[in-house]
C-alpha cells in the first residue's frame, strides 16, 4: 500500500535551516506530483509547495524565496529545504502524493495520501 513517511523535523532558531525528506513506498514515484502542507493546531491545513513530475516547482507566497522543493526519483524521495526559518514557519510538515503529471491548484483535496507529519519548531 501506499505509504509516505516524512522526517528531518525539530526544533531550530530564527534564521536557521532544515531539510525534510518524505520517502515514498507503494506507487509509481516519478508518475506523481508531490505536495508539501504544513498544520498548525487549530487552524486548517496550509499549502507549502509543489512539485510535479517534470520537477517544475510552486510555492505559497509566505515560503516563496525561504523554501525549495526537489525530488529524487532514484531514491522515491521529495524533499523540502527551509532556509531563513521564521517563527511563523513553526507547524506539523506533511507531504502528500497527487496521482497527477501536474500540481493543478495544489489544494490538500487534490491529495490522495498523505504522510504522518513532522514537526518543525522555530524559535526566536
Known amino acids: 500500500q501506499v505509504q509516505l513517511v516524512e522526517s528531518g523535523g525539530g526544533s531550530v532558531q530564527a534564521g536557521g535551516s532544515l531539510r525534510l525528506s518524505c520517502l515514498a513506498s507503494?506507487?509509481?514515484?516519478?508518475?506523481?506530483?508531490m505536495g508539501w502542507f504544513r498544520q498548525i493546531p487549530g487552524k486548517g491545513r496550509e499549502g507549502v509547495g509543489c512539485?510535479?513530475?517534470?520537477?517544475?516547482?510552486r510555492y505559497a507566497g509566505s515560503v516563496k524565496g525561504r523554501f525549495s522543493i526537489s525530488r529524487d526519483n532514484t531514491k522515491n524521495t521529495v524533499y523540502l529545504q527551509m532556509n531563513s526559518l521564521k517563527p511563523e514557519d513553526t507547524a506539523i510538515y506533511y507531504c502528500?502524493?497527487?496521482?497527477?503529471?501536474?500540481?493543478?491548484?495544489?489544494?490538500?483535496?487534490?491529495?490522495?495520501?498523505w504522510g504522518q507529519g513532522t514537526q518543525v519548531t522555530v524559535s526566536t
Open positions: 502528500a502524493a497527487r496521482s497527477s503529471t501536474l500540481c493543478g491548484d495544489w489544494q490538500p483535496d487534490d491529495f490522495g495520501d
Open positions: 507503494g506507487f509509481t514515484f516519478e508518475w506523481y506530483s
Open positions: 512539485i510535479n513530475v517534470a520537477t517544475s516547482t
